[in-house]
């Protein structure tokens, strides 16, 4: 299974991020862009990879382990990001030194469990809202998200994601995301 731990934004946060978002669909160059569903909204704790069925009861024992040993925390989604001209994303305000202590924890839990993980890069923590396969400027995109505060939640729980990916070659085809495993924090 492909697989990513992640949290995932209530429905408040997400419908009201489709209403910040839908004017960017306007913008110059967003046809050429392939915009993500709010069906696969998540911020990435930790990306697994494919990981062997036989690894599964120890992984999922120590994401609960890490779960528990994090406090629930406030999180919101704010304003708007890009990686190079490729990725938009929108970002996060909040309890963010807890949200990058989470992530650590998750990649450590995988890796006690034997899941082999790239390299450990800095967190930063963001919901992509689109990608393109070219250069693109994404500036007015950023700055028409620069003034979006989302409303706050508390995040309570962390997810293990399955990630389906499209059949290859057929038109508008997306990933389809599964929740197979879920832990409350700080229990």
Avoid: K
Avoid at 15 to 23: G, I
Avoid at 73 to 82: E, M
């Amino acid at each position: 299974m492909r697989l990513f731990v992640a949290v995932l934004p209530p429905d408040p946060a997400v419908a009201e991020l489709r209403r910040a978002v839908a004017p960017l669909h306007a913008l110059p160059g967003a046809a050429g862009m392939r915009w993500t569903g709010t069906d696969a909204w998540h911020f990435t704790l930790a990306f697994l990879g494919v990981v062997d069925d036989a690894l599964l009861p120890e992984l999922h024992e120590r994401l609960g382990r890490a779960a528990r040993r994090t406090e629930r925390f406030p999180l919101r989604i704010h304003r708007g990001g890009r990686f190079d001209g490729h990725v938009l994303w929108a970002g996060a305000a909040g309890a963010l030194d807890t949200m990058r202590l989470l992530a650590e924890r998750a990649d450590a839990a995988a890796r006690r469990a034997g899941v082999p993980m790239d390299e450990h890069r800095r967190y930063t923590p963001h919901l992509t809202l689109a990608r393109s396969r070219t250069d693109t400027d994404l500036h007015p995109y950023v700055e028409a998200l620069d003034s979006f505060e989302g409303v706050a939640w508390e995040v309570g729980e962390i997810a293990l994601v399955r990630s389906n990916l499209p059949v290859a070659g057929v038109p508008g085809e997306r990933p389809r995301y599964e929740v197979v495993g879920s832990w409350s924090l700080g229990h």
